[in-house]
């Protein structure tokens, strides 16, 4: 990559003597420097690859350097006589991103591919010259990390750079190690830089790098690229920040007391435990005095509990929170619920009598150092771990990768539909702008992993892919609910797709979608289909038919002198519901479903019920209002009226509510030519797709 100037941005301030006990944090920023070697004579060169082979074996004891040194030689001739901005020898770029991934523990493949990252760009090398002297492995890297020409991609040259980058990265989450170590080497030498672009670089840093970094867990990295992009695109922030830290580490430390504490606790528990101070960095407190306001001592850091195993975590969270009072509020188990970028832990707070609060971090040695290193300390993730398992050629012609997460997976699925470059760049921001993933499980088995936030629209395209233009509703843990339904984490989703697949999205989905792979596909289907919902989207009230209230001239009421017996509009009785009268005035009685609201109400008023039952013939010829509940797609109405006409049922009147969050209620009022008829007409109208339920009406029906 076009490495950038050698000069630093401010530096980070070192963090006090008693917060450097025990194992302190990975210090990147020092290793990257050490390999700045400077110009001298070309053979000291050869001594800055000392500084990788000595990281790479303190976590690889028996790797083979011999590979390494052959892409030293090729990677220093290759850039022999080029010099960086900053004045210093190209080469100086390629060694520190190689330290950078060794502190962290990448194998020998990766570091081999970063000694040689920018050849196949910058240099006379090509990529089949580094595939036959280093093999497959290697030049796949190389070329998932080389940038695309802005001569043959002009401004599309970025995106598709990026989008070249995360495709290869879907095969081989090495590519993105490289490059996330490229970045970091490259914000750290900044400094000569215009400052309009510095702040494009940190842009794209931001948007795009460090919320990558977050996700493939590399929190070593993305760290240092917070705070070296606050300082550039928010300089006085950054002092004011700087400024607090430097007066809080002339001050008492209170993290260390507490520290002593847990130290003591641990070891009358007989728990084997290492206690660190683990400072945040400036973006974090910077963040925290902004949510919090002034900030006490205890709020510079956080204290980090280390252990050998997961029960161990569990023992040490227990005596914490019995010798201390517990913050409740601030526990989190990411041990039992990992996060979806491999981190493990368990976070707590806790407080002494004088009200000092302390936040707490419990995890094993083996968690941390994924806490820090991510996906590079996960190593070569394509070894298998059962000899006689041969992963190098799957059935399928993939490489399966047990290091690629779901968010990865989607990002590559929709990616392919994204119809240009700006599409594909301002979906990736806002993608990985979603910081917190959740799971859903299908109501027939499996899981749909989405970003928060996400709707039942968003659902419905990862789990259906473009057949989600025919999902017509869903039922959120057994309960009807809009596709709008914002889902949560762990609840149960049951799609309801419709048959015909002619139907498409509506255009208020894209007020509900969150993620780029539905509203990519809902964006293509309205564009291909313009018009569409213009008329068939918008149900509108049928012509209503007047209808008087039926007299019920078989009806019998225990009322001597009653006059007429009326049918109440409200609720249409017909055979054989059971059934109470009011008289009304004129002596006339009318005649309601004893089920009915209005009944209630009556009593209520002190009105005095009237018994009332069907005479023998008044099955034949009634009338009946049924409410059918749906939800909104085109030709409905017309889908209903079909099966109520084939059903032998007339239409009195029926009215079309306006849709409410993509529902639409129907009201018929309907004369039956025989009450018996009734059941299996409102079967026939639930198995109308996209109808949901139908019911008896309960309020008086529209006219």
């Not at 008693?18 to 990147?28: A, C, E, F």
């Not at 394509?382 to 997460?405: C, F, K, L, M, N």
């Not at 629209?457 to 843990?477: C, F, K, L, P, S």
């Not at 918008?538 to 019920?552: D, E, M, N, W």
């Amino acid at each position: 990559m076009s490495a950038e100037a050698a000069d630093p941005v401010t530096p980070v301030a070192p963090a006090p003597e008693s917060r450097r006990r025990g194992r302190p944090r990975l210090d990147l920023r020092r290793l990257g420097r050490a390999a700045m070697i400077g110009s001298g004579p070309r053979e000291r060169f050869s001594d800055a690859l000392s500084h990788v082979a000595e990281a790479h074996r303190a976590r690889h004891p028996e790797a083979d350097l011999a590979t390494l040194h052959r892409a030293y030689v090729l990677a220093e001739s290759s850039h022999r006589g080029q010099m960086r901005k900053s004045g210093e020898p190209y080469i100086t770029h390629p060694l520190a991103v190689t330290l950078i991934l060794a502190q962290l523990g990448a194998e020998t493949t990766t570091l081999t591919a970063s000694l040689l990252h920018d050849t196949v760009e910058d240099t006379d090398v090509t990529l089949e010259q580094v595939r036959r002297e280093f093999g497959e492995e290697v030049a796949y890297l190389v070329d998932g990390v080389t940038k695309l020409e802005k001569v043959d991609y002009g401004a599309a040259a970025e995106p598709e750079t990026f989008r070249k980058m995360l495709v290869a990265t879907g095969n081989d989450v090495r590519v993105m190690s490289i490059k996330l170590a490229d970045r970091l080497h490259n914000m750290r030498t900044l400094g000569v830089m215009r400052p309009e672009k510095q702040a494009r670089i940190a842009l794209v840093t931001r948007d795009v790098l460090i919320p990558l970094a977050e996700r493939l867990g590399v929190q070593a990295l993305k760290t240092e690229l917070e705070d070296l992009v606050f300082a550039i695109l928010h300089p006085a922030e950054y002092e004011a920040t700087h400024a607090l830290i430097e007066a809080n580490a002339r001050r008492l430390d209170p993290l260390a007391a507490f520290a002593e504490e847990f130290r003591a606790v641990l070891r009358e528990a007989d728990i084997d435990a290492e206690v660190l101070v683990r400072p945040r960095h400036h973006l974090s407190v910077h963040r925290t005095r902004v949510k919090r306001g002034e900030l006490r001592g205890s709020e510079f850091g956080r204290l980090l509990v280390l252990v050998g195993e997961d029960a161990d975590c569990y023992a040490v969270l227990g005596e914490l929170h019995t010798c201390f009072t517990p913050v409740i509020s601030e526990f989190k188990d990411f041990i039992a619920v990992p996060k979806f970028n491999l981190y493990q832990s368990l976070h707590t707070a806790v407080a002494r009598p004088d009200g000092e609060v302390a936040e707490v971090l419990i995890r094993t040695q083996q968690m941390h150092t994924v806490a820090e290193a991510g996906v590079v300390a996960l190593g070569n993730p394509y070894i298998a771990q059962d000899p006689a398992q041969d992963v190098s050629d799957p059935p399928d012609g993939e490489r399966a990768d047990p290091t690629r997460p779901g968010w990865l997976s989607r990002l590559l699925d929709w990616q392919e539909a994204a119809p240009d470059p700006e599409t594909f760049y301002s979906s990736l921001r806002a993608d990985l702008a979603q910081d917190r993933e959740i799971t859903v499980f299908r109501t027939e088995g499996g899981t749909i992993g989405l970003p928060a936030g996400a709707s039942c629209v968003d659902a419905a395209y990862a789990d259906h892919g473009e057949q989600g233009h025919a999902v017509i509703g869903a039922r959120v843990n057994g309960r009807l609910t809009s596709l709008s339904t914002v889902l949560r984490d762990g609840d149960t989703v049951q799609l309801l797709v419709a048959p015909d697949t002619g139907f498409g999205p509506s255009p208020d989905w894209l007020d509900h979608a969150r993620t780029p792979a539905a509203r990519i596909a809902i964006s293509a289907w309205l564009a291909a289909h313009p018009g569409t919902h213009e008329d068939a989207d918008a149900p509108r009230p049928a012509p209503a038919v007047p209808g008087l209230r039926r007299a019920a001239s078989d009806m019998v009421v225990d009322l001597p002198g009653a006059g007429p017996v009326r049918l109440a509009g409200c609720c249409t009785p017909v055979p054989p519901d059971e059934v109470t009268g009011f008289a009304v005035r004129g002596g006339a009685v009318t005649v309601h479903r004893l089920s009915c609201p209005a009944v209630a109400r009556m009593e209520d008023l002190g009105r005095p019920p009237v018994a009332a039952r069907w005479g023998a013939q008044s099955a034949e010829g009634c009338r009946v209002t049924l409410v059918a509940e749906s939800f909104g797609r085109p030709h409905l109405l017309a889908d209903l009226t079909e099966v109520i006409a084939a059903e032998g049922a007339a239409i009195v009147s029926a009215t079309v509510e306006p849709p409410s969050e993509q529902r639409v209620r129907h009201t018929y009022t309907l004369h039956l030519a025989d009450a018996l008829g009734l059941p299996a007409l409102m079967r026939a109208m639930r198995e109308v797709p996209g109808v949901y339920d139908v019911s008896r009406a309960q309020h008086h029906a529209p006219a």
